[in-house]
């Protein structure tokens, strides 16, 4: 890109480094940003920088949240026994948007992938089971996404758990295969959930 400035070339560098964004966006959003009101810029800028300096994970559930506890798991109206493992904070915020799982959650922030050289130690499932042998939980849905490394993820998952006792359970199928969960409409969630079977 040597007919843009250094300043533009390296601004569409780094927007096209992001998922989803080609070339041919990474442009159209540069430009765009370069006409806006410089404070407007500015207000992108930290809204960026605050988030990524403020994120971390929650210390109970793992997802990605600015306080310590994040608000599901510190809420007491939730159902605390009641936990659904999902692979990332967009599944859960799927889920949310129902409005009708009263449970709480556990992000594993990826799922199980031999090909990728992703092991059990490389999401959060020590966390889980952490968490398991110091609350009193009745159940885990596990409502990884119906692709390989989903399912690969939902089997190791709950072989992990059986000795506990717990109940181990997983969404139905129905969720179309490889499709991730953000992506599908809350009907079909929620069919998922209510016709889930014990592992
Ligand atoms: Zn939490």
Request: hydrophobic fraction near 35%; charge should be negative.
């Amino acid at each position: 890109m040597d007919y843009y400035s250094k300043q533009i070339s390296q601004m569409i560098g780094e927007l096209s480094s992001l998922p989803g964004i080609g070339d041919k966006s990474a442009q159209r959003l540069a430009f765009h940003i370069l006409h806006m009101p410089e404070v407007d810029v500015k207000r992108l800028a930290d809204a960026l920088v605050d988030a990524r300096h403020n994120v971390r994970y929650c210390s109970c559930c793992q997802t990605l949240t600015d306080q310590d506890i994040c608000p599901i798991c510190s809420n007491p109206k939730r159902d605390h026994s009641t936990i659904m493992v999902v692979e990332d904070s967009r599944d859960m915020a799927a889920y949310e948007k129902t409005g009708e799982y009263q449970g709480v959650y556990h992000v594993l922030h990826g799922a199980i992938s031999p090909m990728q050289g992703i092991g059990p130690d490389d999401i959060r499932l020590k966390e889980l089971m952490e968490r398991l042998s110091s609350t009193e939980v009745s159940e885990v849905i596990v409502a990884t996404n119906s692709s390989l490394e989903g399912e690969t993820t939902a089997m190791y998952v709950s072989r992990l758990i059986k000795p506990t006792g717990i109940r181990v359970s997983r969404i139905a199928s129905g969720v179309p295969v490889g499709g991730d969960l953000e992506y599908i409409d809350e009907v079909t969630l929620l069919r998922a959930l209510e016709g889930r079977r014990d592992l």
